[in-house]
Protein backbone atom coordinates (compact mmCIF):
# COMPACT_ATOMS: atom_id res chain seq x y z
CA UNK A 1 0.00 0.00 0.00
CA UNK A 2 1.00 3.89 -0.50
CA UNK A 3 3.01 5.73 2.27
CA UNK A 4 3.78 9.03 1.70
CA UNK A 5 2.03 12.56 0.68
CA UNK A 6 -1.06 12.10 -0.87
CA UNK A 7 -3.12 15.31 -2.08
CA UNK A 8 -6.93 15.19 -1.21
CA UNK A 9 -9.41 15.09 -4.65
CA UNK A 10 -11.64 17.61 -3.46
CA UNK A 11 -9.48 20.39 -1.83
CA UNK A 12 -5.74 21.29 -1.44
CA UNK A 13 -5.70 19.44 2.02
CA UNK A 14 -2.31 16.95 1.91
CA UNK A 15 -2.83 13.50 3.80
CA UNK A 16 -0.71 11.23 4.96
CA UNK A 17 -1.87 8.09 2.89
CA UNK A 18 -4.39 7.09 0.78
CA UNK A 19 -6.53 5.80 3.65
CA UNK A 20 -6.30 8.79 5.19
CA UNK A 21 -7.08 10.71 2.08
CA UNK A 22 -10.51 8.68 1.62
CA UNK A 23 -11.50 9.20 5.01
CA UNK A 24 -11.02 13.00 4.77
CA UNK A 25 -13.16 13.21 1.68
CA UNK A 26 -16.05 11.13 3.60
CA UNK A 27 -15.82 12.96 7.13
CA UNK A 28 -14.82 16.79 5.63
CA UNK A 29 -17.14 16.42 2.11
CA UNK A 30 -19.49 13.62 2.60
CA UNK A 31 -18.54 11.96 -0.27
CA UNK A 32 -17.10 8.21 -0.18
CA UNK A 33 -15.00 7.38 -2.88
CA UNK A 34 -15.24 3.35 -2.36
CA UNK A 35 -19.20 4.39 -2.53
CA UNK A 36 -18.90 5.86 -6.33
CA UNK A 37 -16.46 3.23 -7.42
CA UNK A 38 -19.53 0.66 -5.99
CA UNK A 39 -22.18 2.62 -7.39
CA UNK A 40 -21.27 3.11 -11.05
CA UNK A 41 -19.95 -0.15 -10.83
CA UNK A 42 -16.06 1.03 -11.86
CA UNK A 43 -13.37 -0.99 -12.64
CA UNK A 44 -9.90 0.07 -12.58
CA UNK A 45 -9.69 2.27 -15.46
CA UNK A 46 -13.15 3.52 -14.71
CA UNK A 47 -11.81 4.52 -11.31
CA UNK A 48 -8.90 6.18 -12.38
CA UNK A 49 -10.93 8.31 -14.96
CA UNK A 50 -12.93 9.68 -12.13
CA UNK A 51 -9.84 10.44 -10.35
CA UNK A 52 -8.55 12.07 -12.96
CA UNK A 53 -11.98 14.02 -13.67
CA UNK A 54 -12.50 15.24 -10.00
CA UNK A 55 -9.11 16.86 -10.25
CA UNK A 56 -9.45 18.27 -12.96
CA UNK A 57 -12.55 19.97 -13.32
CA UNK A 58 -12.13 20.45 -9.48
CA UNK A 59 -16.03 19.44 -8.79
CA UNK A 60 -17.40 19.78 -5.05
CA UNK A 61 -19.36 16.59 -2.94
CA UNK A 62 -22.61 17.93 -3.83
CA UNK A 63 -21.86 17.81 -7.85
CA UNK A 64 -20.56 14.46 -7.34
CA UNK A 65 -23.36 12.96 -5.15
CA UNK A 66 -25.92 14.20 -8.27
CA UNK A 67 -24.78 12.31 -11.24
CA UNK A 68 -26.92 9.35 -11.61
CA UNK A 69 -26.32 6.69 -15.14
CA UNK A 70 -24.37 8.38 -17.47
CA UNK A 71 -20.72 9.50 -15.91
CA UNK A 72 -18.59 12.85 -17.47
CA UNK A 73 -15.57 11.06 -16.79
CA UNK A 74 -16.18 8.35 -19.48
CA UNK A 75 -13.91 9.80 -22.13
CA UNK A 76 -10.26 8.84 -22.30
CA UNK A 77 -8.87 11.86 -22.18
CA UNK A 78 -9.44 11.57 -18.59
CA UNK A 79 -7.10 8.49 -18.52
CA UNK A 80 -4.19 11.32 -18.52
CA UNK A 81 -2.79 11.90 -14.50
CA UNK A 82 -4.02 15.14 -13.28
CA UNK A 83 -1.40 15.09 -10.92
CA UNK A 84 1.70 13.65 -11.84
CA UNK A 85 2.39 10.59 -9.95
CA UNK A 86 -0.64 10.84 -8.43
CA UNK A 87 -1.09 8.35 -5.32
CA UNK A 88 -4.85 7.53 -5.93
CA UNK A 89 -4.17 6.05 -9.39
CA UNK A 90 -0.92 3.93 -8.31
CA UNK A 91 -3.47 1.87 -6.17
CA UNK A 92 -5.05 0.78 -9.18
CA UNK A 93 -1.64 -0.52 -10.41
CA UNK A 94 -1.86 -2.42 -7.17
CA UNK A 95 -4.65 -3.85 -7.87
CA UNK A 96 -4.08 -5.35 -10.86
CA UNK A 97 -1.01 -6.53 -10.09
CA UNK A 98 -2.76 -8.19 -7.04
CA UNK A 99 -5.46 -9.53 -9.55
CA UNK A 100 -3.11 -10.45 -12.38
CA UNK A 101 -0.43 -12.49 -9.37
CA UNK A 102 -4.27 -14.20 -8.17
CA UNK A 103 -4.86 -15.36 -10.94
CA UNK A 104 -1.05 -16.52 -12.24
CA UNK A 105 -1.24 -18.46 -8.51
CA UNK A 106 -4.29 -20.45 -9.82
CA UNK A 107 -3.30 -21.23 -13.08
CA UNK A 108 0.05 -22.30 -12.13
CA UNK A 109 -0.72 -25.92 -11.29
CA UNK A 110 -3.19 -26.25 -13.92
CA UNK A 111 0.29 -25.27 -16.60
CA UNK A 112 2.41 -27.74 -14.48
CA UNK A 113 -0.16 -30.81 -15.04
CA UNK A 114 -0.94 -29.66 -18.40
CA UNK A 115 3.65 -29.53 -18.90
CA UNK A 116 3.60 -33.09 -17.20
CA UNK A 117 1.00 -34.24 -19.30
CA UNK A 118 2.62 -32.96 -22.59
CA UNK A 119 5.83 -34.81 -21.37
CA UNK A 120 4.51 -37.86 -20.74
CA UNK A 121 2.98 -37.62 -24.63
CA UNK A 122 6.60 -37.19 -25.50
CA UNK A 123 7.97 -39.61 -23.49
CA UNK A 124 5.08 -42.17 -24.93
CA UNK A 125 5.75 -41.13 -28.53
CA UNK A 126 9.72 -41.48 -28.23
CA UNK A 127 8.92 -44.74 -26.87
CA UNK A 128 6.73 -46.07 -29.77
CA UNK A 129 9.41 -44.57 -32.13
CA UNK A 130 12.45 -46.57 -30.53
CA UNK A 131 10.50 -49.78 -29.96
CA UNK A 132 8.97 -50.21 -33.40
CA UNK A 133 10.01 -53.58 -34.28
CA UNK A 134 11.34 -54.36 -31.33
CA UNK A 135 9.41 -57.21 -29.31
CA UNK A 136 7.99 -56.29 -25.71
CA UNK A 137 5.91 -53.49 -24.55
CA UNK A 138 8.48 -51.60 -22.31
CA UNK A 139 9.79 -48.50 -23.44
CA UNK A 140 11.82 -48.08 -19.82
CA UNK A 141 14.24 -47.30 -22.55
CA UNK A 142 12.97 -44.87 -24.40
CA UNK A 143 12.04 -42.80 -20.96
CA UNK A 144 15.55 -43.28 -19.54
CA UNK A 145 17.16 -41.77 -22.50
CA UNK A 146 14.93 -39.18 -22.89
CA UNK A 147 16.41 -38.19 -18.91
CA UNK A 148 19.46 -38.49 -20.09
CA UNK A 149 18.96 -36.14 -23.25
CA UNK A 150 17.57 -33.63 -20.43
CA UNK A 151 20.24 -33.82 -18.28
CA UNK A 152 23.43 -33.87 -20.83
CA UNK A 153 23.73 -30.13 -20.39
CA UNK A 154 24.31 -30.49 -16.42
CA UNK A 155 26.37 -33.29 -16.35
CA UNK A 156 28.65 -31.67 -19.53
CA UNK A 157 29.27 -28.97 -17.30
CA UNK A 158 30.98 -30.96 -14.92
CA UNK A 159 32.62 -32.70 -18.10
CA UNK A 160 34.44 -29.43 -17.58
CA UNK A 161 38.39 -29.70 -15.33
CA UNK A 162 37.80 -25.89 -13.90
CA UNK A 163 35.00 -27.04 -11.84
CA UNK A 164 36.73 -29.44 -10.09
CA UNK A 165 39.92 -27.88 -9.89
CA UNK A 166 37.93 -25.24 -7.82
CA UNK A 167 36.09 -27.87 -5.41
CA UNK A 168 38.85 -29.57 -4.56
CA UNK A 169 40.87 -26.19 -3.85
CA UNK A 170 37.85 -25.38 -1.90
CA UNK A 171 38.95 -26.47 1.50
CA UNK A 172 36.61 -25.63 3.43
CA UNK A 173 34.45 -28.36 1.40
CA UNK A 174 37.24 -30.74 0.44
CA UNK A 175 39.21 -31.02 3.96
CA UNK A 176 35.67 -30.90 5.83
CA UNK A 177 35.27 -34.31 3.83
CA UNK A 178 38.75 -35.41 4.58
CA UNK A 179 38.28 -35.02 8.48
CA UNK A 180 35.29 -36.71 8.70
CA UNK A 181 36.26 -39.82 6.75
CA UNK A 182 39.61 -40.06 7.62
CA UNK A 183 38.64 -39.18 11.20
CA UNK A 184 36.42 -41.73 11.27
CA UNK A 185 38.15 -45.18 10.66
CA UNK A 186 35.41 -46.94 13.04
CA UNK A 187 33.06 -45.95 10.31
CA UNK A 188 34.25 -46.97 7.86
CA UNK A 189 36.44 -49.85 8.22
CA UNK A 190 35.34 -53.07 6.47
CA UNK A 191 32.34 -51.49 4.98
CA UNK A 192 31.11 -51.10 1.49
CA UNK A 193 30.67 -47.83 0.11
CA UNK A 194 28.69 -45.67 -2.49
CA UNK A 195 29.87 -42.33 -3.75
CA UNK A 196 27.16 -40.66 -5.63
CA UNK A 197 28.75 -37.84 -8.19
CA UNK A 198 32.25 -39.11 -7.60
CA UNK A 199 33.87 -36.31 -9.90
CA UNK A 200 37.65 -36.89 -9.66
CA UNK A 201 36.97 -39.88 -7.09
CA UNK A 202 38.37 -37.81 -4.11
CA UNK A 203 35.67 -38.90 -0.93
CA UNK A 204 36.08 -42.22 -2.93
CA UNK A 205 39.85 -42.32 -1.80
CA UNK A 206 39.70 -40.62 1.00
CA UNK A 207 37.07 -44.00 2.15
CA UNK A 208 39.78 -46.48 0.72
CA UNK A 209 42.44 -44.80 3.25
CA UNK A 210 40.00 -44.38 6.24
CA UNK A 211 39.55 -48.91 5.73
CA UNK A 212 37.03 -49.56 2.92
CA UNK A 213 36.15 -52.50 1.83
CA UNK A 214 34.78 -51.99 -1.15
CA UNK A 215 34.21 -48.45 -2.94
CA UNK A 216 31.35 -47.78 -5.92
CA UNK A 217 31.66 -44.41 -7.26
CA UNK A 218 29.00 -43.14 -9.99
CA UNK A 219 29.64 -40.47 -12.06
CA UNK A 220 27.65 -39.59 -15.37
CA UNK A 221 30.37 -36.56 -16.79
CA UNK A 222 33.26 -37.48 -18.63
CA UNK A 223 35.61 -36.65 -15.56
CA UNK A 224 34.77 -40.42 -14.84
CA UNK A 225 37.65 -41.12 -16.36
CA UNK A 226 40.21 -39.24 -15.17
CA UNK A 227 39.18 -40.50 -12.10
CA UNK A 228 39.70 -44.24 -13.34
CA UNK A 229 43.67 -42.87 -14.33
CA UNK A 230 43.51 -41.19 -10.32
CA UNK A 231 42.56 -44.49 -8.97
CA UNK A 232 44.76 -45.98 -10.75
CA UNK A 233 47.84 -43.76 -10.14
CA UNK A 234 46.95 -43.93 -6.52
CA UNK A 235 47.11 -48.23 -6.53
CA UNK A 236 43.28 -48.14 -5.25
CA UNK A 237 41.80 -49.52 -8.18
CA UNK A 238 41.36 -53.43 -6.15
CA UNK A 239 39.24 -51.42 -4.13
CA UNK A 240 37.35 -48.66 -5.81
CA UNK A 241 35.57 -49.50 -8.85
CA UNK A 242 34.14 -46.74 -11.26
CA UNK A 243 30.81 -46.86 -12.81
CA UNK A 244 30.14 -44.14 -15.60
CA UNK A 245 26.32 -43.10 -15.48
CA UNK A 246 23.35 -41.67 -13.59
CA UNK A 247 22.79 -43.56 -10.71
CA UNK A 248 19.19 -44.11 -11.50
CA UNK A 249 20.18 -46.17 -14.82
CA UNK A 250 23.41 -48.27 -13.70
CA UNK A 251 23.64 -51.51 -12.23
CA UNK A 252 25.89 -51.88 -9.43
CA UNK A 253 28.10 -54.83 -8.57
CA UNK A 254 26.71 -54.96 -4.99
CA UNK A 255 22.80 -55.60 -3.78
CA UNK A 256 23.22 -53.42 -0.75
CA UNK A 257 26.08 -50.66 0.73
CA UNK A 258 26.59 -49.89 4.54
CA UNK A 259 27.53 -46.01 3.55
CA UNK A 260 26.58 -43.73 0.68
CA UNK A 261 28.69 -40.56 0.45
CA UNK A 262 28.06 -37.62 -1.52
CA UNK A 263 29.02 -34.35 -2.19
CA UNK A 264 25.73 -33.27 -3.47
CA UNK A 265 24.79 -29.74 -1.93
CA UNK A 266 24.42 -26.70 -4.67
CA UNK A 267 24.06 -23.28 -3.99
CA UNK A 268 20.99 -22.47 -1.98
CA UNK A 269 22.17 -25.95 -0.97
CA UNK A 270 19.20 -27.75 -3.14
CA UNK A 271 20.46 -26.12 -6.81
CA UNK A 272 20.61 -28.59 -9.04
CA UNK A 273 18.46 -31.31 -7.49
CA UNK A 274 21.24 -33.68 -6.62
CA UNK A 275 19.76 -34.63 -3.22
CA UNK A 276 17.63 -36.40 -5.50
CA UNK A 277 19.89 -38.93 -6.90
CA UNK A 278 21.33 -39.44 -3.39
CA UNK A 279 17.46 -40.21 -2.08
CA UNK A 280 17.12 -42.46 -5.08
CA UNK A 281 20.25 -44.35 -3.74
CA UNK A 282 19.92 -44.41 -0.50
CA UNK A 283 16.19 -46.10 -1.05
CA UNK A 284 17.42 -48.25 -3.59
CA UNK A 285 20.79 -49.27 -2.12
CA UNK A 286 21.39 -48.73 1.37
CA UNK A 287 21.24 -51.57 4.01
CA UNK A 288 19.30 -51.79 7.21
CA UNK A 289 21.69 -49.52 9.80
CA UNK A 290 23.60 -47.98 7.38
CA UNK A 291 23.57 -44.04 6.77
CA UNK A 292 24.26 -41.34 4.76
CA UNK A 293 26.75 -38.71 4.89
CA UNK A 294 26.32 -35.64 5.53
CA UNK A 295 23.34 -36.89 7.81
CA UNK A 296 22.07 -33.28 8.47
CA UNK A 297 21.97 -30.08 6.51
CA UNK A 298 19.97 -26.41 7.29
CA UNK A 299 19.01 -23.56 4.98
CA UNK A 300 19.35 -20.16 7.05
CA UNK A 301 17.98 -17.10 6.17
CA UNK A 302 19.42 -13.92 7.08
CA UNK A 303 19.22 -9.77 6.48
CA UNK A 304 21.43 -7.75 4.89
CA UNK A 305 21.59 -3.46 5.06
CA UNK A 306 24.43 -2.80 2.03
CA UNK A 307 23.07 0.28 0.27
CA UNK A 308 26.65 0.53 -1.50
CA UNK A 309 25.33 -2.76 -3.29
CA UNK A 310 21.70 -1.86 -3.66
CA UNK A 311 22.88 1.29 -5.75
CA UNK A 312 25.00 -0.93 -8.11
CA UNK A 313 22.64 -3.44 -8.90
CA UNK A 314 19.06 -1.67 -8.12
CA UNK A 315 19.18 2.01 -8.38
CA UNK A 316 21.45 2.00 -11.33
CA UNK A 317 18.86 1.77 -13.46
CA UNK A 318 17.31 5.23 -12.18
CA UNK A 319 19.65 7.01 -14.70
CA UNK A 320 22.15 4.94 -16.74
CA UNK A 321 23.85 7.75 -18.96
CA UNK A 322 21.17 10.45 -18.66
CA UNK A 323 18.79 7.22 -20.07
CA UNK A 324 15.84 6.22 -17.59
CA UNK A 325 15.76 2.32 -17.59
CA UNK A 326 13.69 1.81 -14.25
CA UNK A 327 11.48 -0.87 -16.79
CA UNK A 328 14.68 -3.03 -15.98
CA UNK A 329 14.54 -3.13 -12.59
CA UNK A 330 11.60 -5.29 -12.84
CA UNK A 331 13.57 -8.38 -14.83
CA UNK A 332 17.02 -7.69 -12.78
CA UNK A 333 15.51 -8.03 -9.08
CA UNK A 334 14.21 -11.59 -9.81
CA UNK A 335 17.46 -13.25 -10.56
CA UNK A 336 18.91 -14.59 -7.46
CA UNK A 337 22.62 -13.80 -7.53
CA UNK A 338 25.11 -15.97 -5.90
CA UNK A 339 28.07 -14.22 -4.58
CA UNK A 340 30.34 -13.41 -1.43
CA UNK A 341 29.36 -10.96 1.16
CA UNK A 342 30.67 -8.70 3.82
CA UNK A 343 29.67 -10.46 6.80
CA UNK A 344 29.86 -6.60 8.67
CA UNK A 345 26.83 -5.72 6.42
CA UNK A 346 24.65 -8.71 8.24
CA UNK A 347 22.19 -7.12 10.06
CA UNK A 348 19.97 -9.74 11.65
CA UNK A 349 20.29 -13.08 13.51
CA UNK A 350 20.00 -16.10 10.83
CA UNK A 351 16.95 -17.96 10.91
CA UNK A 352 16.85 -21.36 10.45
CA UNK A 353 14.31 -21.82 7.42
CA UNK A 354 14.93 -25.63 6.67
CA UNK A 355 16.68 -29.10 8.44
CA UNK A 356 17.17 -31.81 6.39
CA UNK A 357 17.74 -35.22 7.79
CA UNK A 358 19.79 -37.12 4.80
CA UNK A 359 18.62 -40.48 6.20
CA UNK A 360 15.09 -40.08 6.29
CA UNK A 361 13.97 -36.82 3.98
CA UNK A 362 11.82 -37.49 0.69
CA UNK A 363 12.32 -35.64 -2.73
CA UNK A 364 8.69 -33.89 -1.58
CA UNK A 365 10.32 -32.38 0.86
CA UNK A 366 12.74 -30.57 -0.87
CA UNK A 367 9.90 -28.24 -1.82
CA UNK A 368 9.04 -26.32 1.11
CA UNK A 369 6.97 -23.26 3.03
CA UNK A 370 8.18 -21.73 5.91
CA UNK A 371 7.56 -19.33 7.73
CA UNK A 372 10.47 -17.12 9.70
CA UNK A 373 11.48 -13.90 12.20
CA UNK A 374 14.59 -12.01 11.43
CA UNK A 375 15.42 -10.08 14.82
CA UNK A 376 17.39 -6.80 13.99
CA UNK A 377 20.74 -6.57 14.89
CA UNK A 378 21.33 -2.87 13.48
CA UNK A 379 19.15 0.67 12.61
CA UNK A 380 19.84 0.87 8.65
CA UNK A 381 17.72 -0.30 5.65
CA UNK A 382 17.22 -3.78 4.92
CA UNK A 383 18.46 -3.88 1.14
CA UNK A 384 19.23 -7.63 0.48
CA UNK A 385 17.72 -11.22 1.83
CA UNK A 386 20.32 -14.11 1.75
CA UNK A 387 21.19 -17.96 2.52
CA UNK A 388 24.16 -19.74 4.00
CA UNK A 389 26.79 -18.04 6.62
CA UNK A 390 29.33 -15.02 5.39
CA UNK A 391 31.29 -14.93 8.80
CA UNK A 392 32.87 -18.44 8.33
CA UNK A 393 35.93 -18.79 5.34
CA UNK A 394 33.94 -18.53 2.33
CA UNK A 395 33.38 -21.62 0.16
CA UNK A 396 32.47 -21.96 -3.76
CA UNK A 397 28.87 -22.02 -2.25
CA UNK A 398 29.31 -18.19 -1.47
CA UNK A 399 25.96 -16.71 -0.65
CA UNK A 400 22.56 -16.87 -2.65
CA UNK A 401 21.43 -13.10 -2.88
CA UNK A 402 18.08 -12.13 -2.97
CA UNK A 403 17.76 -8.29 -3.52
CA UNK A 404 14.66 -6.17 -2.20
CA UNK A 405 13.68 -3.51 -5.07
CA UNK A 406 12.79 -1.44 -2.10
CA UNK A 407 14.93 -0.96 0.88
CA UNK A 408 12.86 -2.13 3.91
CA UNK A 409 13.75 0.42 7.04
CA UNK A 410 14.37 -1.67 10.21
CA UNK A 411 15.48 -0.54 13.46
CA UNK A 412 18.08 -2.44 16.43
CA UNK A 413 15.57 -5.27 17.76
CA UNK A 414 12.81 -5.15 15.26
CA UNK A 415 11.65 -8.30 14.45
CA UNK A 416 10.92 -8.62 10.97
CA UNK A 417 8.38 -11.67 10.04
CA UNK A 418 7.95 -13.32 6.37
CA UNK A 419 7.40 -16.82 4.62
CA UNK A 420 9.50 -18.29 2.20
CA UNK A 421 8.45 -21.02 -0.24
CA UNK A 422 11.28 -23.30 -2.19
CA UNK A 423 9.73 -24.80 -5.05
CA UNK A 424 11.49 -26.86 -8.67
CA UNK A 425 11.14 -25.47 -11.46
CA UNK A 426 8.96 -27.40 -13.84
CA UNK A 427 10.95 -26.35 -16.89
CA UNK A 428 14.27 -27.69 -15.12
CA UNK A 429 13.90 -29.52 -12.67
CA UNK A 430 17.69 -28.78 -11.68
CA UNK A 431 17.21 -25.19 -11.01
CA UNK A 432 14.75 -23.41 -8.42
CA UNK A 433 11.97 -20.51 -8.06
CA UNK A 434 12.15 -18.74 -4.63
CA UNK A 435 8.93 -17.19 -3.62
CA UNK A 436 9.28 -14.45 -0.15
CA UNK A 437 7.08 -12.93 1.19
CA UNK A 438 7.64 -9.72 4.18
CA UNK A 439 4.28 -7.70 5.12
CA UNK A 440 2.44 -6.83 1.91
CA UNK A 441 5.68 -7.62 -0.39
CA UNK A 442 6.24 -10.40 -2.32
CA UNK A 443 8.98 -11.23 -4.90
CA UNK A 444 9.07 -14.90 -6.55
CA UNK A 445 13.33 -15.62 -7.61
CA UNK A 446 15.13 -17.46 -9.82
CA UNK A 447 17.76 -19.47 -9.08
CA UNK A 448 19.19 -21.46 -12.75
Known sequence: AWRGSC????????????????????????????????AHRLDDYGYIKMINYIRTVKCSGETLAVFDGAVPWDSDEFMKPALPDD???QIGTENRARQAEERAARSEEALARAMEDLQNLKVLAQG?????????????????????????AYFSSYGHYGIHEEMLKDKVRTE???DFICGNPDVFKDKVVLDVG???????????????????????SEIIYQAMDIVRSNQLENTITLIKGRIEDVNLPVEKVDIIISEWMGY???????????????????????????????????????????????????????FKMEC???????????????PETVISEPAVIQTLDCNAVTTSELEFTADFTLKMTASTHCTVMFSTSPHCTKTHWKQTVFLLENPIPVQSGDELPGRI??????????ALLVTLNLADWRQTYSLQ
Open 7 to 38: MSVLSNRSLNSVPETFQHCQADHGVSILQLVK
Open 87 to 89: PLL
Open 128 to 152: LVLNAGRPGPSCSGAIAELREDEDE
Open 176 to 178: SYR
Open 198 to 220: CGTGILSMFAARAGARKVIAVDQ
Open 268 to 322: FLLFESMLDSVIFARDMYLAEGGSVYPNSCNISLAAVGDTEKHCDRIAFWDDVYG
Open 328 to 342: MKKAVVPEAVVEVLK
Open 421 to 430: TVRKNRKDPR
